[in-house]
């Protein structure tokens, strides 16, 4: 059984919205881009209702919006997540995204956490607290560059650490 102990030096947590039918497409690309990166979307299974039957479920139950947050299936769900995003070392946010992914992104930036936003067009209105995020972005691939620049400046910082380390 898995440990959920990952090998790879970098977990790369997507963040998005269980009806973005883009996740699983910009989580493809990520891995392809770096094999050594751990890209976690694992979130994604449950499709793009799980949230409205959760609610409808536990309504059925006559549970309130507190007491469905206290409940075993959405506690569950939560220390999942939660559990994963404190393995990342980076998270990215696609938008279009909810409430729930940002206060993700906030609590893996809050957290030390590199991250990221992923915009698919120019929002009409402009948020400026989106300055929390360590970049933005508006395509893919200036995202992936921007990923493997920092794995290459982890590069030579080992580099110049292991150099200055022989030459004393």
């Not at 220390?79 to 070392?89: G, I, P, Q, V, Y």
């Not at 995204?97 to 906030?106: A, D, M, V, Y």
Request: proline share 3%.
């Amino acid at each position: 059984m898995k440990k959920f102990k990952s090998d790879k030096k970098r977990v790369i947590y997507v963040i998005g919205s269980l009806r973005n039918k883009n996740v699983p497409i910009f989580s493809n690309k990520l891995r392809g881009a770096n094999k050594d990166w751990e890209v976690f979307d694992s979130w994604y299974a449950p499709g793009p209702h799980a949230d409205d039957y959760l609610r409808d479920y536990c309504k059925g139950k006559g549970l309130s919006y507190k007491e469905t947050l206290q409940d075993y299936a959405a506690t569950h769900i939560f220390e999942f997540d939660h559990f994963h995003l404190k393995r990342a070392t980076d998270v990215v946010l696609i938008m279009p995204c909810g409430k729930s992914g940002h206060l993700e992104l906030g609590v893996g930036i809050g957290s030390g956490r590199r991250g990221y936003v992923l915009f698919t067009e120019t929002p009409k209105r402009v948020d400026i607290m989106y300055q929390f995020a360590t970049d933005i972005f508006f395509s893919v691939d200036e995202l992936i560059e921007e990923l493997k620049k920092y794995d290459e400046e982890k590069v030579q910082i080992a580099q110049k650490c292991h150099i200055k380390a022989t030459v004393k």
